[in-house]
C-alpha cells in the first residue's frame, strides 16, 4: 500500500516570490513520482515526473522537484512565481509497474500568488 | 493530436434520479481509459478503469457503473443517483504503463 501526504492545503504567496509545496510518500516498494496541476474548471496535467535517473526533474515553465528516499519527500519549488501559476497541485505516486490504476494521488495544495 | 472531451461540464439531479456522463477521446486507438473523482479537499479516487471494449474494472464499491461501448468512448452511469454522488467526476486516458495520464475539464455533478 502506499500513500501520499501534502502538509498545505492552501499556500499564498506574493508574485515573484519563491515557492516550495511539501509531498511526503509512503511505501513499501520503489515508487515513481508524480506532480499534476489542476487550473480552474479543468483536468489535471502532467507537470514533472521522477522515474529515474537524476533526483532533480524540471517542468518547462520553472518549476522542479527533488525526489529525495531518505526523506521520502518528492516537494514542488519555484524559484520566482506568477499570478498564472495559481492553481491546484496535486503530487501523486505509483508503483513500478507504471500503472495507473496504481496511481495515488495527495489531497492537494491550493497555491495562490497575490499581486 | 489528441484530444478528449468529457460533457456535460456541470450538472444539476435531483436526488433518485438516472445519471450518464460520456467521454470520448481522439487521435489514438486502444487507450486506458479512466474514470476519477474528485471530492473538496481531497485528492482524485479512481472509480473505474477500462483496457479495451467492454472490459471495465471497478475499483471502489458504489452507486455508479461503467460502460465502453466503443474503443474511445466511456461512459459513467447510475440508475438512481444519490447526495453522496455530488462531486467533481475527472474522465482519463493514457496509452499504456508509464504512459502520462490526459484528463479531460471534467463534470461538477451536483446531486439536490
Known amino acids: 500500500a502506499q500513500s501520499v501526504t501534502q502538509l498545505d492545503s492552501q499556500v499564498p504567496v506574493f508574485e515573484e516570490a519563491p515557492v516550495e509545496l511539501r509531498c511526503n510518500y509512503s511505501?513499501?516498494?520503489?515508487?515513481?513520482l508524480f506532480w499534476y496541476v489542476q487550473y480552474p474548471n479543468q483536468g489535471l496535467q502532467l507537470l514533472l515526473k521522477?522515474?529515474?535517473?537524476?533526483?532533480l526533474v524540471e517542468s518547462i515553465n520553472g518549476f522542479e522537484a527533488e525526489f529525495n528516499k531518505s526523506q521520502t519527500s518528492f516537494h514542488l519549488r519555484k524559484p520566482s512565481v506568477h499570478i498564472s501559476d495559481t492553481a491546484e497541485y496535486f503530487c501523486?505516486?505509483?508503483?513500478?509497474?507504471?500503472?495507473?490504476?496504481?496511481?495515488?494521488f495527495g489531497s492537494g495544495t491550493q497555491l495562490t500568488v497575490l499581486p | 493530436s489528441q484530444t478528449i472531451h468529457q460533457w456535460p461540464a456541470t450538472l444539476v439531479q435531483p436526488v433518485g434520479s438516472p445519471l450518464s456522463l460520456e467521454c470520448t477521446v481522439e487521435g489514438t486507438s486502444n487507450p486506458n481509459l479512466y474514470w476519477y473523482r474528485q471530492a473538496a479537499g481531497r485528492g482524485l479516487q479512481l472509480l473505474f478503469y477500462?483496457?479495451?471494449?467492454?472490459?471495465i474494472s471497478s475499483e471502489v464499491p458504489q452507486n455508479l457503473s461503467a460502460s465502453r461501448p466503443q474503443d474511445r468512448q466511456f461512459i459513467l452511469s447510475s440508475k438512481k443517483l444519490l447526495l453522496s454522488d455530488s462531486g467533481f467526476y475527472l474522465c482519463?486516458?493514457?496509452?499504456?504503463?508509464?504512459?502520462?495520464?490526459?484528463f479531460g475539464n471534467g463534470t461538477r455533478l451536483t446531486v439536490t
Open positions: 521522477y522515474l529515474s535517473g537524476s533526483t
Open positions: 482519463a486516458w493514457s496509452s499504456g504503463n508509464n504512459s502520462p495520464l490526459h
Open positions: 477500462s483496457v479495451g471494449i467492454g472490459q
Open positions: 511505501s513499501s516498494v520503489s515508487v515513481y
Open positions: 501523486a505516486v505509483s508503483g513500478l509497474s507504471g500503472s495507473a490504476r496504481q496511481l495515488t
